[in-house]
């Protein structure tokens, strides 16, 4: 059954490797053309686009690194090109690895600014021209912006504490537009690339809710919070994905 009319739109999902491949489905599903944009992850994306075929969408593949403002922009054109406007837009780009804090770099701090800040931001700022009243966008940040947070991975956590603030003042502004903006901010969804099994199932486990839920289970409650903020009325609210892990 579909929750959502979404017919005729077209969502423009950046990141579009793991969880950003079962938000494209779901969106297909509800009748959205996309847009998927990669920097690395092009295997990801065409995968994602064969599964697709199937909804009878139309379907647009672009390489482009978001924190880059010519690749952005470039991007922008070729959307241009194919479709009327972008009605959603997702912002899924992200970087989760662990740093010590005596072992951070520059480079940390610039590579985490440079996909989470500026990856939001590009999309945003460059694609206004093509957005309508109510459209709709939609940030990623981290449960950790709501004041729950944990220790070496300082570079994302600030920058993805950004992204909460940039996302409240963008609807501010946007508002007057009739552009809705929202924010996620999941706990741990599906489990990062390279962590061992055992550390993911400590993390699972340090819910204060006794009814375990598996990555399948979580990533299809992330993508439902996506559907229903590709709809929603509301702007400028952060919401919370935890499963429980409130501490």
Do not use: C
């Amino acid at each position: 059954m579909k929750l959502y009319n979404l017919k005729g739109k077209t969502a423009w999902i950046t990141g579009g490797k793991r969880i950003g491949q079962k938000v494209a489905e779901l969106l297909a599903q509800h009748g959205a053309n996309l847009v998927l944009s990669y920097n690395t992850s092009k295997k990801e994306v065409e995968e994602t686009a064969k599964k697709i075929k199937k909804y009878k969408v139309k379907t647009l593949i672009i390489r482009a690194d978001v924190s880059s403002r010519q690749d952005v922009i470039n991007a922008v054109n070729e959307i241009k090109k194919q479709f009327k406007s972008i009605d959603i837009m997702v912002l899924m780009a992200s970087l989760f690895y662990k740093t010590k804090l005596e072992s951070i770099k520059d480079e940390d701090l610039q590579k985490n600014f440079d996909v989470h800040v500026k990856g939001t931001f590009w999309p945003i700022q460059l694609s206004l021209g093509l957005m309508p009243k109510g459209g709709h966008i939609i940030t990623i940040s981290d449960r950790t912006s709501l004041g729950i947070t944990y220790s070496e991975y300082l570079p994302y956590i600030i920058t993805k504490g950004t992204v909460m603030q940039m996302t409240k003042v963008l609807a501010v502004e946007l508002g007057p537009r009739g552009i809705f903006v929202n924010s996620i901010a999941p706990g741990p969804v599906l489990k990062p690339e390279g962590m061992p099994d055992a550390d993911w199932k400590k993390i699972r486990q340090n819910s204060v809710i006794g009814y375990p839920i598996t990555d399948e289970e979580a990533v299809n409650e992330f993508t439902k919070l996506v559907l229903y903020l590709s709809a929603t009325r509301s702007t400028g609210s952060v919401y919370s994905l935890d499963f429980g892990h409130l501490y």
